[in-house]
């Protein structure tokens, strides 16, 4: 009943994944650089990811170029899309971040990072080839939302409900990819919500509970020894 020192990792989540620049979405040719920030900077990590062809690749190896304390990726291409994160030699340390690199002509710009209840958050539709913004429509979980002029769109005060799968379209230039939106609790400081005190509960009451049937099994033996005594004790004294 010990934690292994991977599961004590994911409890103390010490690093954060950043993106620059802050999108989850990227057209085919464009430079994003990774970052990982520690709270502890001599831990040391290295920068994984997972693609559809590829499995827990480090930077450097066949992707990316590790930089001072970066890994930047020059010319995204469609095969970088995929899930990165930060890792120490004990295990993953960082939140995870799903990246998407199009070949489309439009991209959603939306948070990298989950968005923390109660804030603003702002969506900008962008096109590859017109440096100004133009009208858009945004749809979450396939519904149109709203149609921006501008084309960025804020949510003001998100909840929990605002949570799901966001894209946008620009008339004459097509539809992004789509994105997760995650809203997280607004007393949760690590990213994943839920992770830091249930492993560790359901520890203790493992524990607790094998006390527990310890305890009976002890009590039951007990007992026994106690039963098949008292007949021969009363015997002798009769
Ligand atoms: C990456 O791929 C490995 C092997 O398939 C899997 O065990 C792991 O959970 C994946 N990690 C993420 C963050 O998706
Ligand atoms: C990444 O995207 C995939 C496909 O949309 C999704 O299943 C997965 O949950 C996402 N992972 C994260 C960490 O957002």
Request: charged share 15%.
């Amino acid at each position: 009943m010990v934690l292994t020192v991977h599961q004590f990792f994911i409890l103390t989540l010490t690093a954060r994944l950043t993106v620059s620049p802050s999108s989850s979405q990227f057209f085919k040719g464009d430079f994003v650089s990774l970052s990982c920030e520690e709270d502890d900077s001599s831990a040391g990590w290295t920068l994984r990811r997972n693609t559809s062809k590829q499995q827990r690749t480090q930077c450097g190896s066949t992707w990316g170029k590790p930089a001072d304390s970066s890994c930047n990726i020059g010319m995204m291409m469609h095969h970088d899309s995929g899930v990165y994160w930060c890792e120490s030699r004990e295990g993953p340390i960082s939140n995870m971040v799903n990246l998407t690199v199009t070949g489309r002509s439009v991209i959603l710009q939306s948070p990298v990072l989950p968005v923390m209840e109660g804030d603003d958050v702002t969506l900008l539709c962008k096109t590859k080839t017109t440096p100004s913004n133009l009208p858009a429509a945004f749809y979450k979980d396939g519904s149109l939302i709203r149609k921006q002029p501008t084309g960025h769109m804020t949510i003001q005060h998100v909840s929990r409900s605002d949570e799901g799968l966001y894209k946008c379209d620009i008339s004459g230039h097509g539809e992004s990819p789509s994105s997760w939106i995650t809203v997280t609790d607004k007393h949760t400081t690590t990213p994943p919500p839920t992770s830091s005190s249930p492993p560790v509960l359901s520890v203790l009451s493992c524990v607790g509970s094998v006390c527990f049937v310890v305890l009976l099994v002890l009590l039951v033996l007990l007992g026994r020894r106690c039963v098949h005594r008292k007949p021969e004790g009363e015997t002798q004294t009769y």
